[in-house]
Every structure is written in structure tokens, then in C-alpha cells.
């Protein structure tokens, strides 16, 4: 069931655009806030966010393994599924979600699409969405074309379907027979925005998890999202990761906290959580200005127990330990009477729900 390279895509345009708007936000922060400079490097996403991506699952003898490994790291990744094997094993699908990660469509039976009929392909496709949005709730709005093939018929019935096609622009060919070491230095090419292959039944991927880990942290890179606008890799959106499911466990209800501000203006900040599993959990905050606009803000907080944060989004973290601060990053300039912005993290413990401090500049 393996996938076979394509050529590699590269999109130095848009990294250009990125690297300038980093560097817009990093002269506005300097200009605005005031920070410690003991930054915490744990979760520092400031090198972008690259793809990770899991195909031909789910399967009973590796999945679970795989998913408590990606847990362990601090992982998050974009499964493809066939739609057979999610149809077999719908508590793994929905273990996939529950864990944190993105589920996509990988056809139903793993077919050579493009020597297939039109109706044949509409068949392959429109099945796996029905397996997996009886999984999981949602159907998948990423779509992953066995082997890589693709044509225009395909295309337009990814169109009908709301899918968007994503290829790879790194094979780890793990497929193909290579090593742990082999898998870990093809992660190692990853840059910014890129998604990297890789596939669900493979002991040697499942072993470079942790190495993989490591360089990701590294060169301040974050496992992200597989944006369905642009095909690309970019921070979570912060929402859970495919629609919720109803197994998804929620927090009863977010838990505002209002406090005084500095400076010109004022802003709330509430914490919710999102997903928890064993061993951890995802929240979003959301930050508001009250009624008047504020430059900038920091949102601080105190674990009540031995949390921490092993990955963040939407904001620069400082502080380590229990005690966490993060300010604006993911805006450029201001944010307006009674605007909101959100930013999200993965911690690792027990879920909780701390007093938050948003303090505005
Ligand atoms: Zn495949």
C-alpha cells in the first residue's frame, strides 16, 4: 500500500512572505512589550510548522502504538486513512481524533485512481467519507490520492466532494525499507509550511518519533495542521481537529476571568479545554480587548498541579515550570475595542483550568 515519490514542491515565494511577516511582528513586539527574556524554548513555534503524515491506516496492530508515541512527543499528525480499514476499526478512527489528530481520506480500497471511471473514483472517495463521518462525526476535507496519482477527473470529483488533494513534498520513504536513521533525516529536510509521507504500519516510523521530536524542537519548528485552503502545513486552528465528535471529551464550560490592565487598555482571557486523553490534554485561550483597542497583551498564568506545556500556538510563551506567560505574536498591530484572537497549546498532565491574568499594553 505504499506511496510513490513525486517530485518534491517547493514554495520559496511563500516562505519569503512568511519570514518578512515574522519579521513585521517581531519589530512591532519588540516595540510594545515589555518581556522577561527567559523564554521557554519547549515551545517555541517561531521556525514555522511542518506536516506530519500518517497513510494506509487504521490497522489494529500499530495504530495505538503509533498514537501514544506521537502523544508522548508532543506530536500532533494528519492521518490518511483508507476508508476499508476505518470502516473495520472505527474506534481507532476515532482514537485518531481523540488524540489529537487530523483524519484525512486515502480512498477506499487503495486503487490506481486514474485507471479507474469516473464513477469508480466518486465510489473510492465518497465511501470513505461516509466510514469516517460515521467514525468521527465529520468527514475528512483532506484527501490523499493513493501512490501519489492524480488526474484531472479526480481532481474535479475532490472538488464536488470538498477536498482538497495533498501530495508530499518529503517521502521518508519508510515504504521503501528505510531505517529509523533514514526516516529521521528525511524529517530533518523538512522546512516550513511542508508535509513529510509516512505510514501507519511501520515499527522503523513509529521509532523515529521521538528523534524526529527533537530536530522539529530543534529549529523551533511545530507539528501542525494541513491547512484545506492552501494544502499547506500552519499552526492548529484551534479548534478540535477534525469537528468535534461526540466521544470527544469536553470541559463543562470556559472560565473567564476578568482582571485589571495596564496601560490604555483592558482584555479578558479564557481558557477551555478542548481534548484530553491519557496523559494530556489541548486548550485554546481566547484574549479580548474590552472597550478600547490595545496594543499588545500577556496572558499569564499558574498549573495547579504538575502541567506543562509541551507545544503552543498563536502566541510566544515565556516562563517555564508552573508558572506560564504568553503575549501576542500572531497579530500585527493592534486589536481593536472588544476583538478577540485565540491562542492554543498541548500540555502534558492531567487537564485543568487555571485563574488567568490578561494584562494589555
Ligand atoms: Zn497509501
Redesign the pocket.
Known sequence: ???SAVPMRRRAGLRKTVATALAGVVAAALATVTLSATAAQAADCSGGYVGLTY??GPNPSNTTNLLNTLKANGLRATFFNIGQNAQNNQSLVRAQVDAGMWVGN?SYT?PHLPQMSSSQIQSELQRTQQAIQQATGSAPKLFRP?YGETNSTLQSIEQQLGLKEIIWDVDSQDWNGASTTQIVQAAGRLQNGQVILMHDQYATTVQAIPQIAANLRSRNLCAGMISPTTGRAVAPDGGTPVSPSPTIPQSPSPTPTLTPTAGSGACTATMETVNSWGGGFQSNVTVRAGSSAIRGWTVTWSWPGSQSVSQLWGGLQSGSGSSVSVRNESWNGSLGASASTTFGFVANGTAATPTLTCSAS
Open positions: 500500500m505504499a506511496d497513510d494506509d486515502h487503495h493513493p
